[in-house]
């Protein structure tokens, strides 16, 4: 049985899709929900009609634990990068897992990036900031 090009493309397109979709957006999703405060209620879920997952709370952040929780999802592509970086020539299996999902643990984060930059830019050093449904909101 010889497995063609449609096979090739298949694996190559599905499974990764697959892969992220059920672990690496989850993944991205529970690294927000974790950096809230201890009791505030956070809802994990996804819009299949938006294809996206979702961390929202209405509990209100600081300045700066707003901008670390925004940057958690990082971490997973830091660690994958340190691995890759440090890893030697002759683990070239190891180089070949780790490139992708650093790549996309440091791509990934890329709506959250822009989050952050609005913050930095507008919002002042002491404020509290709070997710509703028209958006994010800060207050004093």
């Not at 049985?1 to 899709?17: E, K, Q």
């Not at 996309?104 to 930059?117: F, Q």
């Amino acid at each position: 049985f010889h497995r063609g090009p449609m096979h090739s493309l298949l694996f190559a397109c599905i499974f990764p899709f697959i892969i992220g979709f059920f672990v690496a957006m989850p993944l991205h999703e529970f690294l927000h929900a974790i950096s809230y405060p201890k009791g505030a209620k956070v809802y994990i879920g996804v819009s299949l009609k938006q294809l996206r997952a979702y961390a929202a709370s209405s509990a209100a952040l600081s300045r700066g634990r707003y901008i670390m929780m925004s940057l958690a999802p990082l971490i997973p592509g830091i660690i994958f990068l340190a691995v890759f970086v440090v890893c030697p020539i002759s683990m070239k299996w190891l180089m070949t897992i780790c490139v992708v999902p650093s790549f996309m643990g440091l791509i990934s984060p890329a709506p959250d990036y822009m989050d952050v930059l609005i913050i930095l830019r507008k919002v002042p050093k002491g404020a509290m900031i709070q997710a509703t449904e028209n958006g994010l909101v800060w207050y004093l």
